[in-house]
């Protein structure tokens, strides 16, 4: 709703805040803002895998689930799957 709003220009001139109470959502936020590189580049991973191994790829490493918590992410790919 608010980026509709905001590309159709209804809130030109007006002050308005978005904002999200999901620890989860927020902590991606986060983290695509403070480690923008290294979000990157495990999405390049997981797109490379993607195409080497099709639809059946749904591999998801320890640091994409880490990334997106609230708290410390650690670097380790350990229990990653394979596709």
């Known amino acids: 709703m608010f980026f509709d709003l905001h590309a159709s220009g ?3 001139g007006r002050e308005a805040w978005l904002v ?4 989860d959502l927020i902590g991606c ?3 695509l803002r403070d480690r923008t590189d290294e979000v990157i580049d495990e999405l390049a991973r997981l797109a490379k895998d ?3 191994q099709g639809k059946s790829c749904t591999t998801v490493s320890a640091t994409s689930a880490s990334m997106c918590s609230a708290g410390p992410a ?3 790919r350990r229990h990653s799957r394979q596709c």
């Open 10 to 12: 209804r809130l030109d």
């Open 50 to 52: 993607h195409a080497a």
């Open 29 to 31: 936020y986060a983290t």
């Open 20 to 23: 999200d109470d999901n620890p």
């Open 74 to 76: 650690h670097s380790t």
